[in-house]
C-alpha cells in the first residue's frame, strides 16, 4: 500500500496555512473546555461509552504518543520500523479521572508542547499505525488537525460539522476518504464535493450511490458526525459507524 503522505493530499497546498488553522481550532476546542465543569467532563459524549473527559484524556495522550514518536525518530537506527504507541484503554481511563482543572491543563500543556514538536520534524520520516497504515511525518498535523476537530464535535458543547469552515473541511474530507479505518466503515457510495474532492468509499459496488455536496457536511456523513435524518437530507445512505 501507497505510503500516506502530503503528496497524496492535493488539497493541501500550502503547510504555513495548514499550521495556522491547526492552531486556530486548537484555540477553539480550548476555549471551550475552559467552561466545563467538573461535573459536566463526567457527562455523556456524542461517542458511544465515552465521557467528555475520556476524549480530553484520549487528545492529551494522542499528544503525548506523537510527541514520543518524532523523539523515537530522532534515535532510530535507519531501517528501523516505527510504529505510533498505543493507546492503552487503562491510561485512558486513569486520565479521565482527572478533575476539569487536570484536564483543561493537560489539554493546553500536550497541545502547545505538540505544536513546538510539529515544528522541528527533520528530517522526515515513516512509521506504522496501529492498523498497519504507512504513514509519512509530513502529514501528522492534518492528523493532529482531524483529531482536534472531530473530537470537538464530539464533546456535545456546541461545536457541530457546520462549524467546519473551507479549507479545513476539504482538508479532512480528503484525509479521511484516505484513512482504511474511516473509508472501510462507510456505506457503498460514491463522493463528489464542492471543491472536487471525489473518492469511493465502502464495499465496492456496481450500483453506489453518488453523494455530493459542501466539503463539511460529507466530512460530517463519512465520519459520522452528523444525525440520520440529515444523512438523508444530503442524499446519502445513513451510518452509524464511528471510526
Same mark, same amino acid.
Given at each position: ?80 520500523? !516505527? ?10 481511563? #486513569?486520565?479521565?479521572?482527572? &478533575?476539569?482543572? =487536570?484536564? @483543561? $491543563? ?71 476518504? !484516505? ?10 457510495? #460514491?463522493?463528489?464535493?464542492? &471543491?472536487?474532492? =471525489?473518492? @469511493? $468509499? ?42
Amino acid at each position: 500500500m501507497e505510503t500516506l503522505g502530503l503528496r497524496r493530499l492535493t488539497s493541501v497546498t500550502n503547510f504555513t496555512e495548514l499550521a495556522k488553522h491547526k492552531l486556530e481550532e486548537t484555540s477553539k476546542l480550548l476555549g471551550d473546555t475552559i467552561a466545563i465543569s467538573d461535573e459536566d467532563w463526567q457527562k455523556p459524549s456524542l461517542l458511544p461509552g465515552w465521557t467528555r473527559a475520556h476524549i480530553a484524556a484520549h487528545l492529551a495522550i494522542h499528544a503525548e504518543n506523537t510527541m514520543q514518536l518524532v523523539r523515537d525518530a530522532r534515535v532510530a537506527p535507519p531501517g528501523y520500523q !516505527l510504529r505510533m504507541p498505543r493507546q492503552s484503554s487503562e491510561a485512558l481511563e #486513569r486520565a479521565s479521572e482527572r &478533575s476539569a482543572l =487536570e484536564l @483543561q $491543563v493537560a489539554l493546553d500543556t500536550t497541545a502547545g508542547q505538540l505544536n513546538q514538536c510539529l515544528q522541528s520534524i527533520c528530517p522526515s520520516f515513516t512509521f506504522q499505525t496501529a492498523d498497519g497504515l504507512t504513514v509519512s511525518s509530513d502529514i501528522l498535523t492534518v492528523l493532529r488537525l482531524n483529531e482536534t476537530v472531530l473530537h470537538h464535535i464530539d464533546l456535545g458543547c456546541g461545536q457541530t460539522i457546520d462549524d467546519v469552515s473551507q479549507p479545513v473541511a476539504t482538508w479532512l474530507l480528503e484525509l479521511n476518504t !484516505l484513512l482504511p479505518s474511516v473509508r472501510q466503515n462507510a456505506p457503498a457510495a #460514491r463522493i463528489v464535493s464542492d &471543491s472536487g474532492i =471525489e473518492a @469511493q $468509499v465502502g464495499p465496492d459496488r456496481i450500483s453506489a450511490p453518488t453523494v455530493t455536496g459542501p466539503d463539511n457536511l460529507l466530512l460530517g456523513w463519512l465520519t459520522g458526525r452528523m444525525s440520520q435524518e440529515r444523512m438523508l437530507e444530503l442524499g446519502a445512505p445513513p451510518h452509524d459507524n464511528l471510526p
